[in-house]
């Protein structure tokens, strides 16, 4: 990933084309630990309004598959996903950036299916 200059973000992932970002948001540093003062405050006010509960073996709870975060009534939400050390509860290996890159992708194509379907659902209605 590379900055250039007027604050847009790129990156290239495998041989496909480059694509651009206004923002790149870093909201949980690479703590897993989900105490106060090892938290962001992000993650506290997700905590604290139930839209993500913590994982008994660290981090939070996100589904498997998806790495959407679950809430407090268990429910994933596919429009909040979480990647990286936050997620050490559910996954086994997950500081090094080839697997953040990894899991990104996949949240990414999931990203772009769930809004093919959408489209595809709005038409017919």
Excluded at 23 to 51: A, D, F, K, P, Q
Excluded at 96 to 118: V, Y
Aim: one cysteine or more; charged letters at 20%; glycine letters at 10%.
């Amino acid at each position: 990933m590379d900055a250039f200059s007027g604050g847009t973000f790129f990156a290239q992932f495998d041989e496909e084309e480059l694509q651009s970002y206004d923002w790149v948001i870093n909201g949980t540093g690479s703590s897993h630990s989900l105490e106060r003062g090892n938290c962001s405050s992000l993650l506290l006010s997700l905590l604290h309004n139930g839209y993500a509960q913590k994982h008994p073996h660290g981090g939070i709870v996100v589904d498997f598959q998806t790495g959407a975060v679950v809430d407090q009534h268990g429910q994933a939400d596919l429009h909040l996903r979480a990647v990286g050390h936050i997620t050490c509860g559910n996954y086994y290996y997950t500081g090094s950036l080839e697997m953040i890159a990894k899991k990104c992708k996949e949240i990414a194509r999931n990203t772009i299916e769930l809004l093919e379907h959408s489209t595809k659902t709005a038409q017919l209605v």
